[in-house]
């Protein structure tokens, strides 16, 4: 079991920063590739950006491409999702998950095993 937890959202304003925490427990994550998925009111989830916790490779879709920074700090068991200009069109559920998985699966939420409770960002223009 992998146990995640979010923090970090909030109420934000259009050309903030944003910068999400997820923290892992439980079993180790040598195995895993760390995603961000994000789901707007009405809307499917969506990818964002992932990365494979031991090789580091980013895995990144082309709607956000750039924008969004995925980084991990191993020591402390954390991936960070950070974004230095919000949009209005940002807000939504963060999720952060994880998956055995990589490649263009790392895309998909239905590779995902484990899911945090995931934390609301609310983009004001």
């Known amino acids: 079991q992998v146990q995640l937890v979010e923090s970090g959202g909030g109420l934000m304003q259009a050309g903030d920063s944003l910068r999400l925490s997820c923290a892992a427990s439980?079993?180790?994550?040598?195995?895993?590739?760390m995603g961000w998925f994000r789901q707007a009111p009405g809307k499917e989830r969506e990818f964002v950006v992932g990365?494979?916790?031991?090789?580091?490779?980013?895995y990144s879709v082309d709607s956000v491409k750039g924008r969004f920074t995925i980084s991990r700090d191993m020591a402390k068991n954390t991936v960070y999702l950070q974004q230095p200009s919000l949009r209005p069109e940002d807000t939504a559920v963060y999720y952060c998950?994880?998956?055995?998985?990589?490649?263009?699966?790392?895309?998909?939420?239905?590779?995902?095993?484990?899911w945090g409770q995931g934390t609301q960002v609310t983009v004001s223009s």
């Open positions: 998950a994880a998956g055995v998985v990589t490649g263009v699966g790392a895309g998909y939420a239905s590779r995902y095993d484990y």
């Open positions: 439980g079993r180790t994550l040598s195995n895993y590739t």
């Open positions: 990365i494979g916790w031991s090789s580091g490779k980013i």
